[in-house]
């Protein structure tokens, strides 16, 4: 019992992690907080589920191209939309949050709900791990998460574009001097935070199926996942994703299902009442939350 | 030749700004109209309009409340994204006084308001020393998850819900104490605003760590603007828990977060006045939009986008400029 809640902690945190990833990309670079990241998710899923179900293309080729499609999305929504009120932040935040709506409440309104649309897993046999059944899937989005995040960390550490990105984070103005350009930049962070959660679509959703409420509660999972992280800091993301993992796992297994949300709830309160900036949000402490 | 746009102040505005208001009676219908329209309006429409229209109309209301209430956060720099924190809070205060204790609603309806303000407020204290989307990043997740408490902990009737509560006596009752709360609330927080109490919070907005520089502690103000409007949005929620003689789940409901902020911004953010108007024109159009169903709330998402990028002003400052001055082109000089 204990080695499995364990082993399904562990891939519900990872799970949780992918989800936040995007979004903390996003806003770590560019200080988009990207509200429209849940319809991203949803969008890239219901994309795939038509390539495959309605065009009939192959698998790979639909994730391919939706994952494609989704950064496109992204970027054309900080191309028109975000550009133009760049560094209000509460424009930004009321206009990805009403593209975010629209979109989702759009699946909605045609009826994009039920068990049909749902996403192929890989490969399907489980494994007897510990006690508990896991099923291949599962393992998949675990070795995926941990290749993403080492995959992400090369890239902001060692190719130009990456330390380009991180430069904008730090210092916008200073970036531009050494021939940045933060509006491409910002740019690409935001296509890169929907193509992220266009791959946490591809992993995770095949889980369960698609619906436009999987697009909310994306959206939350990911800002409480960043918020006890500490926005813009990956391994404060990934420590936060574990620490609710396991919390929403272990309720899960020894009170009851319905409590794993107020557990995450608490959990925000908590660290928000002892830790303002999250666990690692110390970078920009000062000017931003405080 | 290139042009320009050149904007001049009304004669009449520039007269009517000092003593010399008082001088004709044009300069002061000048000032007071635009006052004592709305107040009209919400006296007269009622009873012109049949019973669809008046319930209509207490929606109006109650999304007015809502929108001056996020209207008051944002002066004080917090966006809130969950008005419906404080909607639902007020109309499960209301609700369990009034279901399980049996008070009737003229006591509830006060009780639930300041009940419902510092409830939220509490929950909100840990937040409070949050800026800008940090703040509003919990705002948003605090109802949604609120919503799942109950479901899980089946408080206060669970998913049923409780019904059966005491309606208000009679319809007319209920629409001129819900227009008079709102006039009151539009005009009184207006004035609150203009004080000196209110500039302090325009401060914050402004720039916190001057204000915190003044002598000033900040969270002491953002707890009682939280407060004040945490206790607008309650009372709205607790009326509309005796209009449906129902409290339930649904008050916590995406809608009674969205289309406040859509008011706001599309009536005009940063004005009371423009958010009011922003109901008065989002709520009757949403009814009449009725028949496409959950359409609606892409609209509302659309019309936010739009109205953010395009035109972020909102409608009432751009009504303002029109009343108070007249443009003309002019030609640009070398």
Redesign the interface.
Known sequence: MLAGTAIYAIINSVILALMAIGFNLTFGISGV?N?AYGAFYVLSAYATWMMINLLGFSYPVSVLLSILITALLGAAMYRF?LM??RGQ???????T???????L??F??FGFVGFEYNLPVFADYSFFIGGAFVDMQRLLIVAIGVVLVLGLWVFTHHTSLGLAFRGIAQDERTALTFGINPDKIAMLAVAMGAGLAAVAATVIIPLGTISPEEG?DVL?KA??V??IGG?GSTGGVILASFVIGFAERFTDSYI?S??T??V??AA???V??VK?SGFFGKQKELE??? | MKKRKERIDRGIKVRSEDVFAVCSWREMLYLSSPRWLPVFIFLTLPLLLGPYWQKVMLSVAVFGLLAISWDIL?QTGM?S?GQALFFGMGAYCAGVMNHYFGISPFITLPLAAVAGGAISTL?L???L??????F???T???P???V??I???KIFGGTEGLSGMTPLPSIWIEIYLIFGVLTAALFGFRRMLTSDFGLVLKGINDNDRSVTNAGINIYWFKIQALFIAGSVGAFAGAFMTHVYMFVGMPVFA?DYS?LP?AAA?VGG?GSLAGATLGACILVPLSEVLRGI???R??F??????VF??AI?EGLFHYAQRKYHQFERWVEVEK
């Open positions: 907080a509200f939309v133009r009120v932040a509460l424009s930004e935040v009321i206009a949050f009403g593209i975010g709506l629209a979109v409440e759009l909605r309104y909310y939350i800002l409480a960043c918020i926005l009851g319905h409590w949300m107020i995450s709830l925000i309160l908590i928000l009442a303002p931003e939350r405080i | 944002a966006i994204l929950l204290l840990p937040v020393r949050l800026r800008g989307i940090y509003s990043m919990v948003l997740i605090l949604l998850m609120l799942r408490v479901e899980a902990t995406l969205i902020i911004v953010p169903g959950g359409l709330i892409v509302y998402g659309a019309f936010l986008v953010i990028v972020p």
